[in-house]
Structure formats: structure tokens, C-alpha cells
């Protein structure tokens, strides 16, 4: 049963499989499979694997970017696919300011027609593990219904979430000291697949 | 309720777990078992969503899971509107 499981298992896209092979391939292992287990992930697979059809990927519909004191600011529009064949929008405006030991983040976003939330992080970084790191940070969220909910907590954070965004700061200036439009920018953003491989 | 997506959230509001610990703790509160190729449709989705992260762990293939602020507030939306439902059903039937 687990052999037919994993079999089916590597009808996931190549996408998939990188991101969350290793760790469906412990859960396999860890769980008493049933025929109806194995009937569902090859259904999952199938699944994954026609809704990410490549024609198919987030596009990005605005990107700029601009250096400010100890940090930058990004802002993003980016329409992602959904399975029903509709997309969703997601805009969202990030200040990042790096004071060495500590940063300030300001987030800004929406996504569809779902109201706008912000959020304000003050955070001390902490020791770095391999992709992670752990922090003490003070986060503000301010709901879109008017209240502020504080919070204090000890945060493990994923580094390559903060490098995506580093990557595109950095693609942006580049491509516009090189004298590139926005548009040419954005183009060559999709065609390296940068957003695709974190959709 | 046998949304995946509301019953990963709910079982990673008491703690970070990885897939397995998921599937038990959602079948002993809700008695729903997910399958894997469910249980990791739901974390794929959720996680691009931000509503979940992974976090840290000593074992590399067990990989955990918690909640974000963002998922917290969605799961919140989610139980009251269930709640809500619940408690209107449940005056309806004694008056019925």
C-alpha cells in the first residue's frame, strides 16, 4: 500500500515535490495507509498537477521599489491564479528598516476584495539556524474593523521569505540603473520563474 | 465542519505540530481523519495563504507547523460564524 502511495506521490509537479516532498514522504511513512489514503493522493496529485499548469502562474501587474534610510520600501501587485480558473489580486506595500540587531516592518496589504490589514513589527533579531531565525518581536495589527491587536512573542523566521523580498528590491534597482522600464523589469522577473517557484 | 483548511487551522491553535501529529489530533477533536494527499493539499494552500508557517525542528522530514497572526484571525472569523450558526440552529430546534 505505502509503495503504491509513493508511486502516486511522484505524480505531484516537480514544483511541489521540492517544497513538500520530503516531508509527505515521512508522513507516508508514519500513517497506516488505507485504500481510500492511497486513492486520495494520487487524486491530490492529479489535483496539483493540472492546477499549476505552467501557462498558469502569479503575474506581476505592479513593482517598485525605493531605498530609504537604513532600509527600502517595495510594493507589489501580483494576481494569482486560482483553481477555479479565476485570480486573485494581492497588493501589498512593505517598509523594511534594518537598525543592525533590531528592524522595524511595516506591512501593508489586501488581498481580492478582502479589506486592507496592516501590520507593524519591531523585532530583535536573534540566533540564525540554518533557514531560520529566532526573534523577540512586538507586533501591531491594525483589523480592518478599527482595533489594534498587540502582541509580544518569540518568532521563528523563515529567511528565504525575507530573501524573495530582498530579491526583487535588488532586481528592481538593478534593472533600473541598467535604464530598464518597470515593465521590462516585471517581464524578466516572470520569465526567471522567481514568484513562480513560491506560489 | 469538515473544511481541511478550518481543521488544520484549529489543530495548530494549541501548538506547532507536523503532518502526523495533525491527523491524530484532527480525528480525536472532530472526528474527521484526513488523508495525506488531503491533510497536505490543505497545507500548501494555507501556507500560501501565510496563514501558516514552518518552523524549526530537529527532525528535517517532520516538518512542523504554526499559526500567523493572519491565520489566527481567519480561524477566529471562521469559529464565530460557526458559532453563530450553531447557537441560531440549536434555539430554532427548541422552539420548533
Known amino acids: 500500500m505505502r509503495r503504491l502511495a509513493r508511486c502516486f506521490a511522484r505524480l505531484y509537479p516537480r514544483r511541489w515535490r521540492a517544497r513538500y516532498g520530503r516531508e509527505f514522504d515521512a508522513l507516508l511513512e508514519d500513517v497506516n495507509l488505507t485504500w481510500r489514503d492511497v486513492f486520495g493522493v494520487a487524486l491530490s496529485a492529479l489535483g496539483e498537477k493540472y492546477m499549476s499548469d505552467p501557462e498558469v502562474v502569479p503575474r506581476i501587474v505592479n513593482l517598485a521599489s525605493r531605498d530609504i534610510p537604513h532600509g527600502y520600501e517595495l510594493e507589489t501587485a501580483v494576481e494569482y491564479p486560482r483553481g477555479d480558473g479565476s485570480t486573485m489580486l494581492v497588493r501589498a506595500f512593505c517598509r523594511e528598516v534594518d537598525l543592525g540587531d533590531s528592524y522595524v516592518t511595516l506591512n501593508h496589504n489586501t488581498r481580492g476584495s478582502e479589506p486592507a490589514q496592516t501590520i507593524l513589527v519591531f523585532g530583535r533579531k536573534g540566533k540564525v539556524d540554518g533557514d531560520f531565525r529566532t526573534d523577540e518581536t512586538e507586533m501591531l495589527v491594525l483589523r480592518p474593523d478599527g482595533s489594534v491587536h498587540r502582541t509580544e512573542q518569540t518568532v521563528k523566521t523563515w529567511l528565504k521569505y525575507d530573501g524573495l523580498r530582498d530579491r526583487l528590491r535588488d532586481r528592481y534597482r538593478t534593472g533600473m540603473q541598467a535604464g530598464q522600464t518597470p515593465d521590462q523589469i516585471r517581464q524578466q522577473i516572470e520569465e526567471e520563474g522567481t514568484l513562480q517557484s513560491w506560489s | ?96
Request: aromatic share 6%.
Open chain 2, 1 to 96: 465542519m469538515s473544511d481541511p483548511n478550518v481543521l488544520v487551522l484549529a489543530s495548530l491553535a494549541d501548538g506547532d505540530k507536523h503532518g502526523y501529529a495533525m491527523m491524530d489530533d484532527i480525528e480525536r477533536f472532530a472526528g474527521v481523519r484526513l488523508g495525506p494527499g488531503t491533510l497536505y493539499g490543505a497545507i500548501a494552500r494555507l501556507e500560501q495563504r501565510g496563514w501558516i508557517r514552518p518552523v524549526k525542528s530537529a527532525d528535517d522530514r517532520r516538518q512542523p507547523y504554526t499559526l500567523s497572526a493572519e491565520g489566527r484571525r481567519y480561524l477566529e472569523e471562521q469559529l464565530s460564524d460557526l458559532s453563530q450558526i450553531v447557537s441560531t440552529g440549536l434555539k430554532r430546534l427548541r422552539h420548533a
